[in-house]
Protein backbone atom coordinates (compact mmCIF):
# COMPACT_ATOMS: atom_id res chain seq x y z
CA UNK A 1 0.00 0.00 0.00
CA UNK A 2 1.16 3.41 -0.76
CA UNK A 3 2.01 6.14 1.96
CA UNK A 4 0.59 9.97 0.55
CA UNK A 5 2.95 12.53 1.99
CA UNK A 6 2.16 16.14 1.51
CA UNK A 7 5.40 18.51 2.41
CA UNK A 8 5.23 22.28 2.13
CA UNK A 9 7.85 25.28 1.93
CA UNK A 10 8.52 28.76 2.24
CA UNK A 11 10.59 28.94 -1.24
CA UNK A 12 9.14 28.36 -4.38
CA UNK A 13 11.88 26.36 -5.74
CA UNK A 14 12.40 24.33 -2.75
CA UNK A 15 9.88 21.69 -3.62
CA UNK A 16 11.64 20.71 -6.82
CA UNK A 17 15.12 20.70 -4.83
CA UNK A 18 14.00 18.39 -2.46
CA UNK A 19 12.25 16.33 -5.59
CA UNK A 20 15.55 16.15 -7.05
CA UNK A 21 16.99 14.85 -3.89
CA UNK A 22 14.78 12.19 -3.60
CA UNK A 23 15.26 11.23 -7.69
CA UNK A 24 18.84 10.94 -6.29
CA UNK A 25 17.72 8.28 -3.51
CA UNK A 26 15.13 6.55 -5.93
CA UNK A 27 18.31 5.37 -7.98
CA UNK A 28 19.97 4.70 -4.90
CA UNK A 29 16.90 2.34 -3.94
CA UNK A 30 16.54 3.98 -0.93
CA UNK A 31 12.54 4.82 -1.84
CA UNK A 32 10.43 3.90 -4.56
CA UNK A 33 8.22 6.89 -5.47
CA UNK A 34 4.42 5.97 -7.45
CA UNK A 35 3.82 9.60 -8.07
CA UNK A 36 5.23 13.02 -7.60
CA UNK A 37 3.76 16.28 -7.93
CA UNK A 38 5.17 19.93 -7.29
CA UNK A 39 2.55 22.49 -6.78
CA UNK A 40 3.91 26.28 -7.09
CA UNK A 41 1.67 29.16 -5.95
CA UNK A 42 3.00 32.37 -7.01
CA UNK A 43 3.01 36.13 -6.42
CA UNK A 44 -0.81 36.52 -7.83
CA UNK A 45 -1.88 33.14 -5.84
CA UNK A 46 -2.15 31.02 -8.89
CA UNK A 47 -1.63 27.77 -8.42
CA UNK A 48 0.95 25.67 -11.03
CA UNK A 49 1.21 21.62 -11.00
CA UNK A 50 4.24 20.03 -11.86
CA UNK A 51 3.93 16.44 -13.07
CA UNK A 52 6.77 14.25 -13.05
CA UNK A 53 5.47 11.77 -15.62
CA UNK A 54 4.47 13.11 -18.46
CA UNK A 55 1.46 10.44 -19.39
CA UNK A 56 1.06 12.30 -22.58
CA UNK A 57 4.39 11.76 -23.96
CA UNK A 58 4.77 8.16 -22.41
CA UNK A 59 0.82 7.03 -23.96
CA UNK A 60 2.48 8.74 -27.65
CA UNK A 61 5.78 6.13 -27.32
CA UNK A 62 4.13 3.21 -26.54
CA UNK A 63 1.27 3.73 -28.70
CA UNK A 64 3.65 4.95 -31.64
CA UNK A 65 5.34 1.77 -30.82
CA UNK A 66 2.46 -0.63 -30.67
CA UNK A 67 1.05 1.06 -33.54
CA UNK A 68 4.10 0.58 -35.76
CA UNK A 69 4.20 -3.05 -34.92
CA UNK A 70 0.60 -4.16 -35.96
CA UNK A 71 0.81 -1.76 -39.14
CA UNK A 72 3.63 -3.44 -40.08
CA UNK A 73 1.91 -6.62 -39.99
CA UNK A 74 -1.52 -5.41 -41.74
CA UNK A 75 0.70 -3.91 -44.19
CA UNK A 76 2.69 -7.12 -44.78
CA UNK A 77 -1.16 -8.63 -45.79
CA UNK A 78 -1.07 -6.04 -48.75
CA UNK A 79 2.47 -6.54 -49.45
CA UNK A 80 3.39 -2.73 -48.42
CA UNK A 81 5.00 -3.17 -44.45
CA UNK A 82 6.72 0.24 -44.63
CA UNK A 83 3.52 2.53 -45.81
CA UNK A 84 1.90 -0.02 -42.53
CA UNK A 85 4.68 0.68 -40.26
CA UNK A 86 4.38 4.52 -41.21
CA UNK A 87 0.62 4.69 -40.51
CA UNK A 88 0.42 2.64 -38.04
CA UNK A 89 3.17 4.40 -36.20
CA UNK A 90 1.70 7.93 -36.70
CA UNK A 91 -2.44 6.56 -35.89
CA UNK A 92 -1.08 4.90 -32.73
CA UNK A 93 1.03 7.78 -31.38
CA UNK A 94 -1.86 10.17 -31.85
CA UNK A 95 -4.39 7.95 -30.00
CA UNK A 96 -1.86 6.80 -27.42
CA UNK A 97 -1.14 10.92 -26.59
CA UNK A 98 -5.20 11.15 -26.38
CA UNK A 99 -5.77 8.59 -24.07
CA UNK A 100 -2.51 9.78 -21.90
CA UNK A 101 -3.84 13.30 -21.92
CA UNK A 102 -7.15 12.38 -20.53
CA UNK A 103 -5.32 9.55 -17.85
CA UNK A 104 -4.84 10.42 -14.39
CA UNK A 105 -2.47 9.12 -12.74
CA UNK A 106 -1.27 8.58 -9.21
CA UNK A 107 -2.60 11.74 -6.74
CA UNK A 108 -5.83 13.13 -7.44
CA UNK A 109 -5.76 16.34 -9.37
CA UNK A 110 -8.69 17.58 -6.94
CA UNK A 111 -7.27 16.84 -3.91
CA UNK A 112 -3.64 18.79 -5.02
CA UNK A 113 -5.51 21.87 -5.89
CA UNK A 114 -7.43 21.62 -2.89
CA UNK A 115 -4.21 21.80 -0.84
CA UNK A 116 -2.20 24.25 -2.74
CA UNK A 117 -4.80 26.68 -2.42
CA UNK A 118 -3.81 26.61 1.33
CA UNK A 119 -0.17 27.60 0.72
CA UNK A 120 0.76 30.93 0.82
CA UNK A 121 1.91 32.96 -2.07
CA UNK A 122 5.74 32.23 -3.59
CA UNK A 123 5.50 28.89 -1.86
CA UNK A 124 5.63 25.13 -3.27
CA UNK A 125 4.61 22.04 -1.92
CA UNK A 126 5.63 18.60 -2.65
CA UNK A 127 3.01 15.74 -3.12
CA UNK A 128 4.45 12.40 -2.66
CA UNK A 129 2.83 8.97 -3.38
CA UNK A 130 5.11 6.53 -1.74
CA UNK A 131 5.60 2.73 -2.72
CA UNK A 132 8.59 1.68 -0.41
CA UNK A 133 11.09 3.69 1.69
CA UNK A 134 14.35 2.91 3.93
CA UNK A 135 12.96 5.00 6.68
CA UNK A 136 16.47 5.85 8.68
CA UNK A 137 18.65 6.69 5.56
CA UNK A 138 16.29 8.78 3.74
CA UNK A 139 14.83 10.57 7.03
CA UNK A 140 18.82 11.26 7.64
CA UNK A 141 19.01 13.13 4.19
CA UNK A 142 16.20 15.69 5.30
CA UNK A 143 16.71 16.31 8.43
CA UNK A 144 15.95 19.63 9.59
CA UNK A 145 14.47 20.37 6.11
CA UNK A 146 12.34 23.19 7.65
CA UNK A 147 9.11 21.67 5.99
CA UNK A 148 5.32 21.67 7.19
CA UNK A 149 3.98 18.28 6.98
CA UNK A 150 0.39 19.22 4.97
CA UNK A 151 -1.35 15.80 4.86
CA UNK A 152 -0.36 12.18 5.23
CA UNK A 153 -1.49 8.79 5.49
CA UNK A 154 1.00 7.61 7.81
CA UNK A 155 0.22 6.33 11.19
CA UNK A 156 0.35 9.01 14.14
CA UNK A 157 3.72 8.12 15.33
CA UNK A 158 5.04 7.83 12.14
CA UNK A 159 3.57 11.46 11.45
CA UNK A 160 5.07 12.81 14.79
CA UNK A 161 8.62 11.26 13.60
CA UNK A 162 8.32 12.59 10.34
CA UNK A 163 7.54 16.35 12.02
CA UNK A 164 10.03 15.90 14.01
CA UNK A 165 12.87 14.98 11.60
CA UNK A 166 12.27 17.91 9.47
CA UNK A 167 11.45 20.87 11.95
CA UNK A 168 14.50 19.86 14.58
CA UNK A 169 17.93 20.05 13.43
CA UNK A 170 19.26 19.17 16.58
CA UNK A 171 18.23 15.95 16.98
CA UNK A 172 20.00 12.94 16.81
CA UNK A 173 20.36 10.94 14.01
CA UNK A 174 16.73 8.85 13.28
CA UNK A 175 17.03 4.84 15.41
CA UNK A 176 16.68 1.68 13.21
CA UNK A 177 13.28 1.53 14.40
CA UNK A 178 11.83 4.14 13.59
CA UNK A 179 9.80 3.85 10.76
CA UNK A 180 8.11 6.13 8.00
Partial sequence: MSELIVLGFDDADKADAVLNR?????????????????????????????QSVNLTAAGAASGGLSGALWGSLVGLLFLNPLAGLVVGGAIGAGSGALAGSMADYGIDDD??????????????????????VQPEKVLAE???????????????????????????ETSPAPEASATV
Avoid at 111 to 132: C, V
Avoid at 142 to 155: M, V
Fill in 22 to 50: LVQLEKEYLIDLEDAVIAVRDESGKVRLK
Fill in 111 to 132: LMKRLAETIPAKSSALFLLIRK
Fill in 142 to 168: FKGEHARLLRTSLSPEQEARLRQVLVD
